[in-house]
C-alpha cells in the first residue's frame, strides 16, 4: 500500500466540514473589512526565499522544499505567504495604483520540512492576510483585530494577544548589538545552530526551540528597552489602538517571530490549552516595512498575518466549539421499480435546483435498506415514490421527526417541502450574534465612542 508522505494529511468527511466552515469564516469576515483575495504560486524561484544574506531563520535555512525542475529552474514550495504576495505585488505594479494600500487575502498550502507532530505538518495549510503600503498603527491595530474577531467568529475562546515592537532600524541595530554583547560571554553554553547564528542574527537565538527555554535567553536584554523615542511612541499608538478596539493584549518581550523579515510591530495569538502544548500559538504576524524594497520594489511599509488551519482544528476541538455545520440531508427520495427510478433522477435534479440537500438510492437496494440508509444520513424528510401515486401525480413525504406521513401532489411539493423545513436551522454565518456579543449599544460617552466601561480614553 502506498501511504501519504510524513507531516502530510488527508482531510475527508467531517473533518473536511470543519476546514470548509473555517474558509467560509475567512472568506466573509475579509469581506467586512475589504480585503481582497489573492492567489501566487505554490512555488516560487528559489531566491525568492532564499535572499543571500537575506533570511537566517529556520523556516528559510532548513525547511524549505527545494527543487530543480526539467528546465534547470532553481524552484522552492512557499513555506509560507507573505514573500509571494510581496512579489506579486512588485511584479504586478500594485503599488502604482492609487488605491493604496492594497489589501489582501489567502487561504493555502504552505510546505516546512518541520519534524512532524501534533499541529506542525510538512503540508501546510494557512490563511493568512496582508495590508501593503501603509504604515499607519492603525493598520497595525486592524490586523490584530482582523484576526481576533476570525477566532471568535469560529467560537474559540480565551484567546491571548502577545504584541512586542521590534523598533525601527535604528532600534534594532542598538538592540542587535546589545544581544550579542550579552551573549558573546555565554557562546560554547548555546547550541549549535545559535552559535553559528550569533554573529549573522544574534535575535533569532531568542525564538531558538533548544536555547529560548534557558536561564541565559530568559534573562536577556529585551527589545522594549531599545527603542528609540520615534518607536517607543508607536509601540505606544498601537496599544492605544487596541484599546479602542477592546482587544486585550500582553507585552510579551521574548517575541522576535521566526522570520526575519519583522520590524516595529511582532505579534503571536495563543490559546491556552494543554492538548496542544506545541501548537499554541495558532497565528502571528507583524510589519516588514523592508521587504518590498529589499526584493526590488519601491520603499513600502507593510504588516500582516497568518493562522495555521491543522492548529484552528485542533483548538476548536480542544474547546469543544460546536460549529454550526449542518449534518443532515433535507430529503432522501425512495423508489423500487425502474419507472420510479426514472421519476427519482428527474425529481432529484429539481429539487436540488430550487435550493434542497437531496439524496437518492444508486444501488437497487430494497425499501427496507433504503430507509436505512435516509437515517444514517439523517435525512430530515423521506420522499417516497410508488408508481400509483406517481399515476396520481403524487408522492408521499414522511418526516423523520414526527414520523407522519403526508400525500403530497407533485405540484405543490416545493412548498410543502419549504414548510417542513423552515423551522430546522440553517447554515448561517451568525454575524447577528456576534454583533451582539460586542454590544455596541452601551457606548460610552468618549470621542471614540468605545463600548467598553473602563474606558482609556478618559485617562
Ligand atoms: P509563521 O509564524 O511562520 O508566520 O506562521 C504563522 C502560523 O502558521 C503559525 O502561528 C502557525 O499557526 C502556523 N504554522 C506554522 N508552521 C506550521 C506547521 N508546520 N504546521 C502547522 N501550522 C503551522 C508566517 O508564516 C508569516 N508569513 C506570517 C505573516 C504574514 N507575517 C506577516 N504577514
Known sequence: M????????????????????????VDSVMEKYNYTYIRTPLFEATELFHRGIGDTSDIVTKETYDFVDRGNRKLTLRPEGTAGVVRSFIENKMYGSETLPVKCYYNGTMYRYERPQLGRDREL??????????????????VISVAVNIY????????????NS?????SRNNYRQALL???KPYQDKLCDDCKARLEKNPLRILDCKID??????????????YLNEESKERFETLKDYLDILEIPYEVNPQIVRGLDYYNHTVFEIKVDLPG????QTIGAGGRYNGLVKELGGPDTACIGFASGVSRVVLALKEQDVELPIKKEIDAFIMYVNEDEKKYALYLQ?????AGFTIETEYTNRSLKAQFKQAERLKSKLLIILNSEDLDNGEVQVKNSNTKKTDKISLEYLIYYLDEQLADEDSLTLDFENFQKQTSLTDNCECEHHCSHDDCHCKD
Open 276 to 279: 496542544l502544548s506545541n501548537a
Open 349 to 353: 435534479q429539481e429539487l436540488r435546483m
Open 212 to 225: 529560548s527555554a534557558t536561564d541565559i535567553i530568559k534573562n536577556a536584554p529585551t527589545t522594549i528597552a
Open 125 to 142: 495549510t494557512q490563511f493568512g492576510f496582508e495590508v501593503l503600503g501603509t504604515d499607519d498603527p492603525l493598520s497595525d491595530a486592524e
Open 166 to 170: 521590534l523598533g525601527d532600524s535604528e
Open 152 to 163: 471568535k467568529m469560529l467560537g474559540l475562546k480565551d484567546i491571548k494577544v502577545e504584541i
Open 2 to 25: 502506498i501511504t501519504k508522505p510524513k507531516g502530510t494529511s488527508d482531510i475527508y468527511g467531517k473533518e473536511a466540514k470543519i476546514w470548509k466552515y473555517i474558509e467560509e469564516i
Open 181 to 183: 554583547n550579552y551573549l
